[in-house]
């Protein structure tokens, strides 16, 4: 557990020695702002114009859960955010210490590959969480000058968490594979992105691969936690991609001591 702590110091401090965290941070904060405005600008607009067409017929506002519909717009918005930030989270987990040469001081250290995983996965795990947690800064303006269920939204975040750690996981498995970072951030776009439209190709395909593709899709099992619905098979599905890319990750750095 020592040599695990020892790990995640070690790489969460790298993310803000190195420009990576700042410039994440930035552009996660100002996309944040931006869809949350824009979000809440749209239903703002849509309940003004239910109150005019009530008016016009004699008939009051129809009721609308406006902090709802901002907080399930708005946090379903990460899941595109998410898409383009993580790459730029886990690019370097490995890659670097390959293009540096320090991939050989791990390699030889006292300390196991398993450990050596869990230590960078958690480490941009934690980083993660961060960027999560800057979301709650709108979710509580909402709850300042409204009343949204808070339900849904734990269920949305728990969603949002378990998506992110899958996506992390399989961002740090493709770093373990090249020594250029943009090589190991584009490919993790790109892989996350066939994931993410999978239930397009779902649609042509036949009726047996439809819902095998439709399962494989790290989008479509989002959509349950984003709308307050709790189901182990969404949580089982994400849990089991990470525990895949790890499994994947701890071999690909198996094989370099092999080869190495």
Do not use: C
Request: net charge neutral; proline share 4%; no cysteine.
């Amino acid at each position: 557990m020592r040599n695990i702590r020892a790990i995640i110091e070690r790489e969460f401090r790298a993310y803000f020695i190195s420009p990576i965290a700042y410039v994440v941070l930035t552009i996660f904060v100002f996309l944040s702002g931006f869809f949350f405005q824009t979000i809440l600008s749209q239903v703002l607009q849509v309940a003004m114009m239910r109150s005019m067409q009530g008016a016009q017929f004699g008939q009051g506002p129809p009721p609308m859960d406006m902090p709802g519909m901002v907080s399930q717009g708005f946090l379903s918005s990460m899941s595109v955010i998410l898409l383009f930030m993580i790459p730029m989270i886990t690019m370097a987990l490995f890659s670097e210490e390959k293009k540096r040469g320090t991939i050989e001081l791990l390699l030889t250290a006292p300390i196991t590959d398993a450990q050596v995983v869990l230590g960078k996965f958690l480490a941009a795990a934690l980083f993660f969480v961060l960027m999560l947690a800057v979301t709650g800064i709108p979710i509580a303006i909402l709850y300042i000058y409204g009343s949204p269920a808070s339900g849904p939204i734990l269920t949305a975040y728990l969603g949002l968490l378990l998506y992110g750690l899958a996506l992390v996981g399989i961002g740090m498995f493709i770093s373990s594979l090249t020594e250029n970072q943009i090589i190991a951030a584009v490919v993790s776009f790109g892989t996350i992105l066939v994931l993410w439209l999978v239930d397009v190709f779902a649609n042509r395909a036949g009726p047996g691969w439809k819902e095998v593709l439709t399962y494989m899709s790290i989008l479509s099992h989002l959509d349950d936690f984003m709308k307050g619905v709790l189901s182990t098979s969404h949580v089982i599905f994400y849990l089991s991609l990470m525990l895949i890319a790890l499994f994947l990750t701890y071999r690909s750095l198996d094989s370099l001591r092999w080869r190495g």
